[in-house]
């Protein structure tokens, strides 16, 4: 064209392109009120098999069963992998919500034309999102396949076969103590009911979705220590409770709701799903008085209180346990707070030098002393 813009085919009636833009092609007609949908590939191919299928129809060729099957949509293995995820999984506010933003770009797809060439299209059109949440996407996008795997509704998981992006750990934000006083001032002053759930998150790094699904049941104020039995890596944690972790514990049992398992409750006894409104709130006003709190959310406050373990020198095995990582290489990101921990580890080198040498300048004037 003049113009530089490319004129697009004349649509044909039974024949159309699925995902858009994909440049894959599929034909879709009907016989004695059966429909049937085939897969192809290219829109050439997929036009010629059209016709001559219709021909086949009208002399009465006998189509292939297979070509009846009944299709299994996204949005089909979507919802089964949904109600997993809410009985085992921790993540399952997470994945909810991810799965409602994947949807409606693959909701009515069927399997078989989800490719790993298909969701690498689409996540590379996701420019808005972070590499990490890119790569959580796709996660997601893998645990639905897989879980249609084991309900015996899909053969392959397309989504294995799309790369992950390499994420930037180097750098760890976490909230500092001037900060903290920041969110926790206007906490107390616009609602202080949920003071103690501040606490609880920046004093023993629980997750949002392990703090609001936490029961009573499994809270033991007297040995310091509650039970996660839903946790991330899909394994259950023991939380060592700090002193301040327990008088926030004690302050929400003081207003327990008898009729409600859970710790965390609102103002009307009712166990609260998502600290999303009062948060957002609370944060809105903070960026207003420390725009540097603008990248604050949730999940900082576990960052938050995994680096001041490192910083006030606890060791990277021990952090690990009562951070539940399950791997150690997730502990080993916050490491470099911990410089004075690391001079005192070397200086310790030094000190074996000399004493070393003083042992063997003992033994060596033993050895003297002996001979004369």
């Known amino acids: ?22 440049g894959i092609w599929w ?46 949509l996204f949005e089909e293995i979507a919802a089964d992998a949904l109600v997993y995820s809410k009985e085992h999984k921790a993540s399952y506010p997470g994945d909810r919500s991810t799965v409602g933003k994947l949807l409606p770009v693959f ?42 795997i084991r309900n015996g509704k899909a053969k392959a998981n397309p989504a294995r076969l799309v790369r992950l992006h390499r994420e930037d750990n180097s750098r760890v934000r976490f909230v500092t103590y001037p900060e903290e006083a920041v969110i926790r001032a206007i906490i107390r002053e616009r609602c202080p009911i949920h003071e103690p759930e501040l606490t609880l998150a920046l004093e023993t790094g629980m997750r949002r979705g392990e703090l ?17 039995l839903k946790t991330k890596n899909g394994t259950a944690r023991v939380v060592i409770l700090t002193a301040a972790a327990v008088s926030a514990l004690e302050e929400l049992q003081k207003r327990r709701n008898p009729d409600s398992p859970k710790v965390c409750l609102t ?12 948060f957002e709130l609370v944060m809105e006003e903070a960026v207003k ?33 009562l951070a ?3 791997d150690i290489k ?13 001079l005192a580890a070397v200086d310790r080198l030094a000190e074996y030098r000399r004493e070393q040498e003083k042992a063997e300048r003992s033994k060596t004037t033993s050895i003297d002393s002996a001979a004369a």
């Open 267 to 278: 103002r009307y006894g009712e166990p609260m799903v998502s600290p999303r409104a009062w």
């Open 212 to 228: 609001y699904s936490l029961d009573w049941d499994r809270v033991d104020l007297g040995r310091r220590q509650l039970l996660l």
């Open 107 to 148: 909701g009515k797809v069927p399997l078989d034309a989800i490719t790993p060439q298909t969701i690498k299209a689409y996540l590379e059109t996701r420019d808005d999102l972070t590499k990490t949440t890119i790569n959580r996407y796709r996660g997601t996008i893998s645990m639905i396949f897989q879980e249609a």
């Open 289 to 321: 008085k420390n725009p540097s709190l603008k990248d604050v959310t949730w999940h900082i406050f576990r960052h938050t209180y995994i680096s001041r373990l490192v910083m006030a020198g606890v060791d990277l095995r021990t952090v690990q346990e």
């Open 324 to 326: 539940g990582h399950k």
């Open 27 to 72: 034909i879709n007609y009907y016989i004695e009120g059966r429909r049937f949908r085939e897969k192809v590939g290219r829109r050439s191919d997929a036009v010629t098999l059209y016709q001559r299928r219709k021909t086949d129809a009208r002399m009465g060729v006998k189509m292939p069963e297979v070509r009846a099957r009944r299709a299994v």
């Open 1 to 22: 064209m003049a113009n530089g813009t490319v004129k697009k085919p004349k649509p044909i009636k039974g024949v159309y392109e699925m995902p858009a833009e994909s």
């Open 330 to 342: 997730m502990t080993v990101r916050y490491a470099h707070l911990a410089p004075a921990h690391k």
